[in-house]
């Protein structure tokens, strides 16, 4: 519901003005519906889901294939627990392999197999093609700069991580 923006006791809620409601509908259109646009490629060529693929991908781009599981969690924008059970599905694939930290047991490491690497290396031209088509391809420099620094500023840490 859109009025004025008054300033209420905590009671009373501050409703949006036109330019608060265009930018929330707009966020919120892109959160429900983007995910769903970027993962579907993924599904019908690879099997893969979204967050699968950005697990995979972040192992990739590790020094040694390897992350700690908490950092890796936070890389993926997910909580730890939808975390694990992602990486219990890949390494049942094959993909990734889990151990101790050796620096610290109280960590533990997820590490990409040869095999999950194969498959990001095979998926990632899927999700480019996508990212590219469904995202940045509609937006100039000077946008995607202030895409950027928006995703930045309103960057929400997962549950269980910050």
């Given amino acids: 519901m859109s009025g ?16 608060e409601k265009a930018a929330w509908t707009g966020l919120i259109s892109l959160v ?39 950092e ?14 992602v990486v219990k599905r ?14 610290d047991g109280r960590y ?8 999950g690497f194969e498959l990001v290396h095979e998926a990632a031209p899927t999700h480019l093609r996508s990212v590219r088509h469904t995202v940045l391809d509609s937006l100039n420099a000077t946008d995607q700069k202030a895409l950027a620094r928006i995703a930045e500023r309103m960057r929400i840490v997962p549950d269980g991580l910050g």
Avoid: I
Wanted: proline share 7%; charged share 25%; glycine share 8%.
């Fill in 108 to 115: 533990t490491l997820a590490a990409l197999t040869d095999a």
């Fill in 32 to 70: 429900l519906l983007l995910p769903g646009k970027l993962e579907s490629p993924l599904r019908q060529e690879h099997g893969l889901t979204l967050f699968e693929y950005l697990v995979l991908s972040h192992l990739s781009e590790a020094p040694g294939r390897t992350l700690r599981m908490g």
């Fill in 4 to 19: 004025t923006a008054e300033h209420g006791g905590d009671d009373e809620p501050r409703w949006l003005d036109e330019q």
């Fill in 72 to 85: 890796l969690a936070f890389l993926a924008s997910g909580s730890l627990s939808r975390l694990s059970n």
């Fill in 90 to 103: 890949c390494e049942q694939r094959g993909w990734v392999v889990r151990s101790p930290d050796p620096a």
